[in-house]
């Protein structure tokens, strides 16, 4: 019998399970790992509320969750409760998926002024995220920057656009919907260091902006490179720069009935940002592109603003006892193998790249790497010797079905239309868990 640990239980750690019980049918025991008392990490926290066909894929995960050979274990954190050595002591492989739930720094002044936020914050606080569901931003102000060239910022620009209907049939949190119902933001400025050509937004979530009822996306003419030049660039980047050319038909200084203007400004760095304790602006330097990196022209210009997201990448969470590489912000590793019997997958492997199913055979090709490492189980305890551990420690442990129970009192509490209201704090969700127990 093989025994597998599995740090994380988002989309990497899933795939990673089901790769196991592939590899080994029932030759294997999976224990997945998660610190919150609630499985699937990005999707339930990271994806976008009003992208419920996303989220349709931890219907996928659940059938590997719910077999005989896999077993949740919430509300455990790695690196606390128990170590990464004590893991190593009973499983064969243990195998980090822990994502990248961090915000990369935007080091410039002003960063740590009140309302300026990074995007795992932002999107945290309204996906009802535990770490953040205090977060409460101010949208009192006329004008919000955010900052990234990519789908996140695009998610943080559309949930700040939509009206209230529009988040019909969404699982976006209470306080979140309650506070953006009140937001009197009429202006939302991206701000993308390079050019049109050099955005990492999808035709489909750029294609969202032109669909919203009450704002309008605008471009530059002058931003906007010949248009013989988009021979070069592949499909899908060439639907999203049409997408861009169709926005810069929008007259910036037309009357509009829209309410909401979501201007995309290329060629901006942020330089800085202003306030007394509270951000009030932002200082933009324009950009060139020399050899594919924007650098400074020296030339800046103020946006009063009164809210700031920063969505410019994630870093992994280091753990205790295992190398990581500070520079690229996950694990050191050679290709998922970190040292013997421990690896990584997914974001914790290679950093925030791909999409969802780009984690699915980063999972399997770890799961090879792990049989021909281990050729026989190895006669460690396991299940048995974690089950141990965690009496003896007194761990409050949350298993499938008690998350199956929360999810069930989340759907119950759901206003009309939404498919459920999330519990935003542990302590609810394990009561809730631990409700009408056999």
Not at 134 to 156: I, R
Request: aromatic content about 6%; glycine content about 10%.
């Amino acid at each position: 019998m093989r025994h597998i640990a599995i740090v994380g239980s988002g989309p990497a750690g899933y795939y990673t399970a089901e790769a196991a019980q592939k590899m080994w049918s029932d030759d294997v025991r999976v224990d997945v790992f998660d610190a919150l008392p609630v499985p699937f990490g990005l999707i339930r926290t990271g994806v976008a509320p009003d992208h419920q066909s996303i989220k349709g894929v931890s219907r996928r995960y659940e059938k590997v969750a719910t077999s005989d050979n896999v077993r949740f274990v919430g509300n455990v954190t790695i690196g606390s409760d128990v170590t990464i050595a004590e893991l190593q002591e009973l499983y064969d492989a243990v195998v980090l998926a822990t994502g990248a739930p961090n915000d990369r720094t935007l080091a410039i002044a002003g960063a740590d002024l009140d309302n300026v936020f990074g995007s795992a914050e932002f999107v945290g606080w309204y996906n009802g995220h535990p770490k953040f569901a205090a977060l409460d931003p101010d949208l009192s102000c006329k004008t919000a920057v955010v900052v990234g060239a990519g789908n996140v910022a695009l998610d943080v620009a559309r949930i700040l656009a939509k009206t209230e209907e529009e988040f019909a049939g969404s699982d976006i949190v209470g306080h979140a919907l309650d506070a953006l119902r009140d937001s009197a933001i009429e202006r939302i400025v991206i701000l993308s260091r390079r050019g049109p050509h050099d955005i990492q937004m999808t035709p489909k979530e750029l294609g969202e902006l032109g669909s919203l009822q009450d704002a309008m996306p605008i471009v530059e003419q002058g931003d906007l490179p010949p248009v013989e030049t988009d021979e070069t660039l592949d499909p899908g980047s060439r639907k999203s720069v049409q997408l861009l050319r169709d926005y810069s038909q929008n007259a910036p200084d037309e009357v509009s009935p829209k309410r909401v203007r979501i201007e995309f400004d290329f060629f901006a760095s942020p330089a800085g940002f202003s306030g007394d304790g509270k951000v009030s602006g932002v200082t933009v330097e324009r950009t060139r592109v020399e050899d594919g990196r924007a650098v400074g022209t020296g030339e800046t210009y103020e946006i009063p603003a009164g809210l700031v997201v920063s969505c410019i990448g994630y870093r992994t969470s280091p753990i205790p006892g295992v190398p990581f590489d500070e520079r690229a912000g996950r694990f050191a590793n050679v290709e998922g193998s970190i040292q013997p019997g421990l690896y990584c997958v997914g974001w914790a492997r290679r950093g925030p790249s791909g999409t969802i199913g780009t984690n699915r055979p980063d999972g399997y090709a770890i799961v090879e790497r792990i049989a021909a490492d281990i050729e026989g189980g190895s006669g460690k305890m396991g299940r048995e010797g974690f089950d141990a551990l965690a009496e003896q420690r007194e761990l409050d442990i949350v298993t499938f079905r008690d998350w199956q129970r929360i999810e069930e009192a989340e759907i119950a509490a759901a206003r009309v239309g939404a498919p459920r209201e999330k519990f935003v704090d542990v302590a609810s969700m394990i009561a809730a868990g631990g409700a009408a127990q056999d």
